[in-house]
T-cell receptor, first 110, second 116 residues
Framework: SQQGEEDPQALSIQEGENATMNCSYKTSINNLQWYRQNSGRGLVHLILIRSNEREKHSGRLRVTLDTSKKSSSLLITASRAADTASYFCAPFGGYQKVTFGTGTKLQVIP | KAGVTQTPRYLIKTRGQQVTLSCSPISGHRSVSWYQQTPGQGLQFLFEYFSETQRNKGNFPGRFSGRQFSNSRSEMNVSTLELGDSALYLC???????????????FGQGTRLTVV
């Protein structure tokens, strides 16, 4: 199976600051995806980065991928209170089942 | 395009009862995966269905079962409910099994099950 492990477990920053969270995984992947979950809700897909990509941007989100280190990072720039949520990474490879880590809980303080 | 629809959104059941949850994937998606989310255990994979066949299964007891219909809609059933089954149950749909071939998996809003 494929499982992502997010780090840190929790992060608290002031509005306007940047937030960086990391993800590590163990096996080879086709792509890695990041999701956001607001309290008690479903997961919202944020961004997909393919294994042959090193960096990808989407609005205020920047994702990097280092397949040699089996790690990825998600940077949220100029954070807003609305970014308060849990963030999960999901490594996808072949047709294996995907499991998620416990996520990074981000709190943005207004 | 309609998103992933899970019903019901909230459910309260008594210990020992059984429950059935439903997930309608995005039109055209044939893979449906189920996850259980609890505060202590995080998101845990239950099983995945593709074209009416279970392709993968997580480490859950046999009380947890599922099925998929020819229209790709999926149901999961939990029998003999225990207090520890209280959780948010999420389903995800994707065009292909295992979310391979660089396609996103899209999640529903979940069903919040409370066992009392």
């Amino acid at each position: 199976s494929q499982q992502g492990e997010e780090d840190p477990q929790a992060l608290s920053i002031q509005e306007g600051e940047n937030a960086t969270m990391n993800c590590s995984y163990k096996t080879s992947i086709n792509n890695l995806q990041w999701y956001r979950q607001n309290s008690g809700r479903g997961l919202v897909h944020l961004i997909l980065i393919r294994s042959n990509e090193r960096e990808k941007h989407s609005g205020r989100l920047r994702v990097t991928l280092d397949t040699s280190k089996k790690s990825s990072s998600l940077l949220i720039t100029a954070s807003r209170a609305a970014d308060t949520a849990s963030y999960f990474c999901a490594p996808f490879g072949g047709y294996q089942k995907v499991t998620f880590g416990t996520g990074t809980k981000l709190q943005v303080i207004p | 395009k309609a998103g992933v629809t899970q019903t019901p959104r909230y459910l309260i059941k008594t210990r020992g009862q059984q429950v059935t949850l439903s997930c309608s994937p995005i039109s055209g998606h044939r893979s449906v995966s189920w996850y259980q989310q609890t505060p202590g255990q995080g998101l845990q994979f239950l099983f995945e269905y593709f074209s009416e066949t279970q392709r993968n299964k997580g480490n859950f007891p046999g009380r947890f079962s599922g099925r998929q219909f020819s229209n790709s809609r999926s149901e999961m059933n939990v029998s003999t409910l225990e207090l520890g089954d209280s959780a948010l149950y999420l389903c995800a749909s994707s065009p292909l099994p295992g979310q391979g071939a660089n396609t996103e998996a899209f999640f529903g809003q979940g069903t919040r099950l409370t066992v009392v």
